[in-house]
T-cell receptor, first 114, second 114 residues
Framework: AQKITQTQPGMFVQEKEAVTLDCTYD???????LFWYKQPSSGEMIFLIY??????QNATEGRYSLNFQKARKSANLVISASQLGDSAMYFC???????????FGQGTTLQVKP | EAEVAQSPRYKITEKSQAVAFWCDPI?????LYWYRQILGQGPELLVQ????????DSQLPKDRFSAERLKGVDSTLKIQPAELGDSAMYLC????????????FGSGTRLTVV
């Protein structure tokens, strides 16, 4: 069975600094994807970044990058130059390459301090 | 930009009443998912459709929940009767044929059962 573990319930970061949100996963799938979503208090799930299991290079999207270490089964999100608007809940998710079903972690609440 | 449409955005209902949520996926997305997110937790899959067929409803409480996607396009999720523990965010998502590509969430329906 697939499982996502996010060990940081809450994180603080100073504005303009970088922050790393941890995510480890367990899977029996050969083909899978790893997603990061941002969820502000309004509740919508905002897609940030995606890494396929066969992608050799780490994914990047603007200020977001994914530190993918397949052997360690980790997929940490790095946010560079944090902004006040980055304050939200962040979820890591495993996507099955066969079914598309997403398994989410428990989330990390990030607060950016001015 | 194409969106997954959900309505209503908010719903307050009394215990033992019936309630229904609607989702219209992105055009061309054959796979539709309903997730439930209890406050403070990650979303969990309730039901997955491939076109009009249910491919995974293992986590759907079938004694009170039902879901349909009659023409393989939009979908309705119903709860009857609602219980206090059903208070949650209900998120709809769609993707191309169960793949991770193009995975998009709607804005969700926040249900409060009183």
């Amino acid at each position: 069975a697939q499982k996502i573990t996010q060990t940081q319930p809450g994180m603080f970061v100073q504005e303009k600094e970088a922050v790393t949100l941890d995510c480890t996963y367990d899977t029996s799938d050969q083909s899978y994807g790893l997603f990061w979503y941002k969820q502000p208090s309004s509740g919508e799930m905002i897609f940030l970044i995606y890494q396929g299991s066969y992608d050799e290079q780490n994914a990047t999207e603007g200020r977001y990058s994914l530190n993918f270490q397949k052997a360690r089964k980790s997929a940490n999100l790095v946010i560079s130059a944090s902004q006040l608007g980055d304050s939200a809940m962040y979820f890591c998710a495993h996507g099955s390459g066969n079914t598309g079903k997403l398994i989410f972690g428990q989330g990390t609440t990030l607060q950016v301090k001015p | 930009e194409a969106e997954v449409a959900q309505s209503p955005r908010y719903k307050i209902t009394e215990k033992s009443q019936a309630v229904a949520f609607w989702c219209d996926p992105i055009s061309g997305h054959a796979t539709l998912y309903w997730y439930r997110q209890i406050l403070g937790q990650g979303p969990e899959l309730l039901v997955q459709f491939q076109d009009e067929s249910v491919v995974d409803d293992s986590q759907l409480p079938k004694d009170r929940f039902s879901a349909e996607r009659l023409k393989g396009v939009d979908s309705t999720l119903k709860i009857q009767p609602a219980e206090l523990g059903d208070s949650a965010m209900y998120l709809c998502a769609s993707s191309f044929s169960g793949a991770n590509y193009g995975y998009t969430f709607g804005s969700g329906t926040r249900l409060t059962v009183v």
